[in-house]
């Protein structure tokens, strides 16, 4: 079975640029979550989607923004980049949500670095 | 703000030595506790993961202490070798909202 898999792996962007990053979860997984790694500051949460509805949003600027399809893929979206939006952003899919036991599996990451 | 703190940032330990990274955490809700390891260039995976009601679990070398009363838990990994040497991150799912809630991560260096 596939991994999540992640596009493009890397991007360079300048400021007040916009930019989507796109993931595409395991094969039958409907549940796809985005973080945003720095160093320092581990993983923060983005956002997560479940059939095609956002479940959760973490503490992000309306800057950043998600949406998923009705065949579990998933994009984000940064507009108006900043210099601190360099980071690698994750995706990592689980089977369904709605619970704590679902293992989350990540993709490699896009690296985002904002010039 | 950092919901679990994670410590130390980064650790070198020699070829078979014990390496030890603690977590701790404030919200009582969480009700279950992943480790992830991530090597370079990869994302995180699963590494091992524990219930508040064991306080202790053992995957081969890899074993989470958990103190539910200190609100903390660790993760030794022992006879540590160089194909360890990566990232480990602790984190806490909150059955609430499910969100999972990240360490800053420690970066552990095993020198043969």
């Known amino acids: 079975k596939a991994g999540v898999t992640q596009t493009p792996r890397y991007l360079i962007k300048t400021r007040g640029q916009q930019v989507t990053l796109s993931c595409s979860p395991i094969?039958?997984?409907?549940?796809v979550s985005w973080y945003q790694q720095t160093p320092g500051q581990g993983l923060q949460f983005l956002f997560e989607y479940f059939s095609e509805t956002q479940r959760n949003k973490g503490n992000f600027p309306g800057r950043f923004s998600g949406r998923q399809f009705s065949n579990s893929r998933s994009e984000m979206n940064v507009s108006t980049l900043e210099l601190g939006d360099s980071a690698l952003y994750l995706c990592?899919?689980?089977?369904?949500?709605?619970?704590?036991?679902?293992?989350?599996?990540f993709g490699p990451g896009t690296r985002l670095t904002v010039l | 703000q950092q919901q679990v703190k994670q410590s130390p940032q980064s650790l070198i330990v020699q070829k078979g030595g014990i390496s030890i990274i603690n977590c701790a955490y404030e919200n009582t809700a969480f009700d279950y506790f992943p480790w992830y390891q991530q090597f370079p260039g990869k994302g995180p995976a699963l590494l091992i993961a524990?219930?508040?009601?064991?306080s202790e679990k053992k995957e081969g070398r890899f074993t989470i202490s958990f103190n539910k009363s200190a609100k903390q838990f660790s993760l030794h990994i022992m006879d540590s070798q160089p194909g360890d040497s990566a990232t480990y991150f602790c984190a806490a799912s909150n059955p609430n909202d499910y969100k999972l809630s990240f360490g800053a991560g420690t970066t552990v260096t095993v020198r043969a």
């Open positions: 524990i219930r508040p009601d064991v």
């Open positions: 990592a899919s689980s089977f369904q949500w709605g619970s704590s036991y679902n293992e989350q599996f």
């Open positions: 094969s039958g997984h409907r549940s």
